[in-house]
């Protein structure tokens, strides 16, 4: 075979690959969720004119189309498997495996996100925690306990100072130390619940409250998942399980959904059918949720302002109290606050991880 009609054949094959492609994309129906990366995928965009002469008509074109390629998904594990195998690239979209750990790069720090979270937060305590006393921790991501020996990483020490200067009102509780690697799923973002006993112990200490709180949990191994990292790198690894820390107190305690109206337990464990089964612990992400515990010290009220990592630690503060208050300002307005809570003299704690910290623009 001569090298011309070698070329033709070539070109040939390829062009009947990019049209039966082509061809069958426009006949596979859309996806609307990739289960796997935890989020929505592009849907045709709508044509206007507009978007059409400002280019972001094809910008919007392109997303989709990656977005919704046939067998997108052997292609995301061929592509990990040749950058970290192949190229020996050290992390594939952001996110590096350590000590058999999923791992996201959390880089640069973003100091003016650090101040507009601390903005918000002395907003809340100008406007509705007068006169209260109030504390504040940050729950440091996964990739603290690395870069400091081999990866890059924020300046966490820094994001501490600009938090110390910003919340003069405020009593820091620092946590950094009472948390290792192992104490977090290894394909998660989340810290593990059966793990955070000395993070309870320090919380408690500060807020006064420690002789509440009895160590008498019964241990329960739920089910295994993979976390929110394993299909963000695309590659294969070994599960995690949910354990869940309980007793008495916390099996008659009630949860009260303030969106949906929902009364639940705090070990929803409806939310095992959905697919971040991290959501078992207080029914995962929403507004405004209030736990009340009929057994507890009656008039002892804690109001925690938090993100999705309290989920799993402030159930472990149940014994302590009569009522706890949740709010998640990523998806209240603050303004909307004193609308649903009555502050007056209940405990405060502001909790939240150096991801959502660095990445603030979330807050309304």
């Given at each position: 075979m001569s090298d011309k009609t070698k070329n033709v054949v070539v070109t040939f094959t390829f062009l009947l690959v990019l049209v039966l492609f082509f061809v069958i994309n426009l006949c596979t129906k859309d996806i609307e969720i990739s289960y796997t990366e935890r989020r929505k995928l592009a849907q045709f965009p709508k044509v206007t004119v507009k978007k059409l002469f400002d280019g972001s008509l094809a910008q919007e074109f392109d997303k989709y189309s990656t977005d919704q390629m046939i067998k997108r998904e052997d292609f995301r594990k061929l592509k990990a498997a040749l950058e970290l195998d192949v190229f020996r690239k050290k992390d594939n979209n952001n996110i590096y495996l350590y000590q058999d750990s999923l791992i996201k790069i959390e880089y640069p720090l973003n100091e003016e996100s650090v101040l507009n979270a601390?903005?918000?937060?002395?907003?809340?305590?100008?406007?509705?925690?007068?006169?209260m006393k109030c504390y504040y921790t940050i729950v440091p991501d996964k990739n603290y306990f690395v870069s400091r020996e081999k990866y890059i990483g924020m300046n966490y020490e820094k994001m501490e100072e600009i938090m110390a200067q910003s919340l003069k009102e405020m009593e820091y509780i620092p946590i950094f130390d009472c948390l290792e690697l192992q104490d977090y799923y290894v394909t998660d973002i989340h810290w593990k619940q059966e793990n955070l006993q000395k993070v309870v112990d320090r919380i408690s200490s500060k807020m006064n409250f420690r002789d509440r709180i009895h160590t008498n949990y019964t241990k329960q191994d739920i089910i295994e998942f993979d976390g929110v990292y394993a299909g963000q790198l695309a590659v294969k690894t070994a599960k995690d399980k949910i354990c869940i820390s309980t007793n008495e107190m916390i099996e008659n305690a009630t949860v009260y959904n303030h969106e949906n109206k929902k009364e639940t337990k705090i070990y929803d464990k409806e939310k095992l059918s959905s697919n971040d089964k991290y959501d078992i612990y207080l029914s995962g992400p929403t507004p405004l949720i209030t736990i009340t515990n009929p057994n507890g010290e009656q008039g002892k009220e804690l109001v925690v302002f938090r993100d999705s990592f309290a989920s799993s630690?402030?159930?472990?503060?149940?014994?302590?109290?009569?009522?706890?208050?949740?709010?998640?300002?990523?998806?209240?307005?603050?303004?909307?606050?004193?609308?649903?809570i009555e502050l007056k003299n209940q405990d405060i704690l502001f909790i939240y991880s150096t991801t959502v910290l660095n990445n603030s623009s979330t807050f309304k």
């Open positions: 601390t903005n918000k937060m002395n907003a809340i305590k100008k406007d509705y925690l007068q006169g630690l402030v159930p472990l503060f149940t014994e302590a109290y009569s009522k706890i208050t949740l709010v998640d300002i990523r998806y209240m307005r603050s303004k909307d606050i004193g609308n649903y």
